[in-house]
Nanobody, 128 residues
C-alpha cells in the first residue's frame, strides 16, 4: 500500500518560513518524480513545485519562484519543500504527490493528472 504523509504545516506570519516534508512508503521512491501542489476552498489544485526522479532538475510555479526550494532524499524516501518569505496568498492546503507512472530521467511533471499518488494534505496559514 502506497502512503504519502505530509508534515510541517502550520501558522506563520508573513515573511516567515516553513519546511514541509513528505514521507513515502510502499513503492520504489527513487523511481518517482515528485511534486507539491496546493489548494484553497473553491479553487482547483495548483502546481507549486516539482523535482525529477534523480533530484537533478526542479521547476516552480511563477508565484513561488525564488522563495520556495524543493529537494529530495532518495535514501530516506522523503521530499521536502522549504518555503521562505511566505505571503498571505500562500495560505492553502499543501499536497505531496508521487508520479506512480513511469518517470523519465530529467523530466519534470507539473499537472495534477501527471501524478497517481497523493498525501492527505497539510494546512499552511500565513497571516498578514
Amino acid at each position: 500500500q502506497v502512503q504519502l504523509v505530509e508534515s510541517g504545516g502550520g501558522w506563520v506570519q508573513a515573511g516567515g518560513s516553513l519546511r514541509l516534508s513528505c514521507a513515502v512508503s510502499g513503492r520504489a521512491f527513487s523511481g518517482d518524480a515528485m511534486g507539491w501542489f496546493r489548494q484553497t476552498p473553491g479553487k482547483e489544485r495548483e502546481f507549486v513545485a516539482a523535482i525529477d526522479r534523480s533530484g537533478g532538475r526542479t521547476k516552480y510555479a511563477d508565484s513561488v519562484k525564488g522563495r520556495f526550494t524543493i529537494s529530495r532524499d532518495n535514501a530516506k524516501n522523503m521530499v521536502n519543500v522549504l518555503m521562505n518569505n511566505l505571503k498571505p496568498e500562500d495560505t492553502a492546503v499543501y499536497y505531496c504527490a508521487a508520479r506512480g507512472l513511469p518517470s523519465l530521467y530529467y523530466v519534470i511533471y507539473t499537472g495534477v493528472g501527471d501524478y497517481e499518488y497523493w498525501g492527505q494534505g497539510t494546512q499552511v496559514t500565513v497571516s498578514s
